[in-house]
Structures are given as structure tokens and as C-alpha cells.
Antibody
């Protein structure tokens, strides 16, 4: 069965960076995109960016341009999300999610979420 | 790109039907057949329940249906059950750098 398992919770200081991993199993990793979506406490979902499986191309929401890097290690079937210059407003649960097909905008499987807390 | 607009709350009694709206613009909901809906229970990851406007993933009951009219998408939950109590989010392809935008979410209460 398809599974996305994320790394554990992180506590970071303002200005630091965080890198969250997303280990995929149960499907052919190299043929599906991986997206990252975050959810601040009590708030809605926010799309951050994605990594396209076809050519390993990453695209980011304008809001995160310059601070966000999404990569994948295909042999390890793992995707990564790194967010730099953290501020308190980045405190959120970060989810990885699989696109239904490579350039789909629907996400059919999600990781369990990783809480990132930014606090001095 | 602004978030899609959803009512903050909705409610219904068991067995009844409830419809949740999701209003966008002619640049997102009204432009593409790429509206999705997600159900999220407290402390859990979202679950895809509708994709491409009105299509249900395998395992999602046909009590859940959806449509789009103009710039507004709608999700109808028929035959309400206690487990339908959750937050519901719509999303749409928006093009450009804001590839996907979400709605603010609707908390559905089953009375």
C-alpha cells in the first residue's frame, strides 16, 4: 500500500533552516510528483511547492521563492523540503503529498505531517 | 492569488444533506476543471474525497458529490453520518507560480 512517512517534529530558532524528509513506499516513486503543503495552528492548508517526477523539476509558490528548496533522492525514494530564514509565522505542520499523476493538482496520499516550531 | 472563499461552518442532522460552497474567480475555479475537495479529521492528514470537479477516488462513498457553476464549486454530503463531522477544504489549480490554492476550510458539524 502507498505510504508516505515523514521525519519527526523539529524546534528551530528564528533565522535557522529546517529540512523535512518524506519516505515513500508502495508505488513507483519516480513516476509521481511530490507536493508540500503546510498548515499553521488552527489555519487552512497552504500549498508551498512541488517536485515534478518527469524531470526532477521543482516549482515554488511565489510566497516561498528564495527560501524553499524541494528535492528528491530517487534511489532512496525520499523527498525533502528545506525552508530557510525561519520566522515565528513558519510554525506549522508540514505535509508531503503525492500528486494523483505527475502534473496533477489533486493529492491522493499524504504523509502524517511534521510539526515545525519556530521559537526563540 | 487569494484563497478560495468557504463558509467557516456548516451543520446538519444525521440523514440530512448539507452543501458547502467554495468561491473563486475566473482565473481559478471558473477557468479549469481542477477543483478538489479534502476531508480532515482533527489531528489527521487531509484525505482526498473529490478530484477534477466531481470525480470520487476509490473508496469514497457516492453520498459525497460535487459540482462547479461559474466561479463557485460545491460539495454535497448526503445522508449525514457522525463520521462526516470534519473540516472540509476545497482547492483549485490557479496557474502560474501559485499552482494550487486552497479554501479557508469549513467545519461540518453533525448535530
Amino acid at each position: 500500500q502507498v505510504q508516505l512517512v515523514q521525519s519527526g517534529a523539529e524546534v528551530k530558532k528564528p533565522g535557522a533552516s529546517v529540512k523535512v524528509s518524506c519516505k515513500a513506499s508502495g508505488y513507483t516513486f519516480r513516476t509521481y510528483a511530490i507536493h508540500w503543503v503546510r498548515q499553521a495552528p488552527g489555519q487552512s492548508l497552504e500549498w508551498m511547492g512541488w517536485n515534478n517526477a518527469d524531470n526532477n523539476y521543482s516549482k515554488y509558490s511565489q510566497k516561498f521563492q528564495g527560501r524553499l528548496t524541494i528535492t528528491r533522492d530517487t534511489p532512496a525514494t525520499t523527498a525533502y523540503m528545506e525552508l530557510s530564514s525561519l520566522r515565528s509565522e513558519d510554525t506549522a505542520v508540514y505535509y508531503c503529498a503525492r500528486g494523483r499523476y505527475d502534473d496533477s493538482t489533486s493529492f491522493d496520499f499524504w504523509g502524517q505531517g511534521t510539526l515545525v516550531t519556530v521559537s526563540s | 492569488q487569494s484563497a478560495l472563499t468557504q463558509p467557516p461552518s456548516a451543520s446538519g442532522s444525521p440523514g440530512q444533506s448539507v452543501t458547502i460552497s467554495c468561491t473563486g474567480t475566473s482565473s481559478d475555479v471558473g477557468a479549469y476543471n481542477y477543483v478538489s475537495w479534502y476531508q480532515q479529521h482533527p489531528g489527521k492528514a487531509p484525505k482526498l474525497i473529490i478530484y477534477e470537479v466531481d470525480r470520487r477516488p476509490s473508496g469514497v462513498p457516492d453520498r459525497l458529490s460535487a459540482s462547479v457553476s461559474g466561479n463557485t464549486a460545491s460539495l454535497t454530503v448526503s445522508g449525514l453520518q457522525p463520521d462526516d463531522a470534519a473540516d472540509y477544504y476545497c482547492s483549485s489549480y490557479a496557474g502560474g507560480n501559485n499552482y494550487v490554492i486552497f479554501g479557508g476550510g469549513t467545519k461540518l458539524t453533525v448535530l
